[in-house]
């Protein structure tokens, strides 16, 4: 972590992400600095694009680098404890019992 400390940073926005956006700058200020946010981005792809052309670093998760492949090169951050939250999205009118079952199983989990 504290490797990033001198490093311009990318981040997803506070208002597209608010609990990884204060999640990350809790763990910067616990490994003894404040990030220094370059630029913010309301997208994943906005972040990687931002990475591409060259206007600093961005710590995404690990899903990104399956899906962005520009010009960046992906690496794993060691002992980062960084969690989002997940939440599940359907139509309000879906009956289907699968989708039923299925968030039963993620009640257990959150």
Same mark, same amino acid.
Request: aromatic share 12%.
């Given at each position: 972590m504290?490797?990033?400390e001198d490093?311009?940073?990318i981040v997803i926005a506070k208002e597209?992400?608010?609990s990884l956006y204060t999640e990350f700058n809790f763990l910067c200020e616990k490994a003894g600095f404040i990030p220094n946010i #370059?630029?913010?981005a309301t997208e994943y792809q906005m972040v990687i694009g931002l990475v591409t052309a060259g206007m600093g670093i961005a710590v995404v998760p690990t899903a990104a680098k399956r899906l962005?492949?520009?010009d960046?090169?992906?690496k794993e951050i060691e002992d980062f404890p960084?969690? #989002?939250e997940w939440i599940t999205a359907h139509r309000k009118?879906?009956?289907n019992p699968a989708l039923k079952h299925f968030i039963e199983i993620s009640d257990q989990y959150s």
């Open positions: 504290k490797d990033l490093e311009s940073l597209a992400w608010p #370059a630029q913010e962005f492949n520009l960046v090169v992906y960084l969690r #989002a009118d879906n009956r």
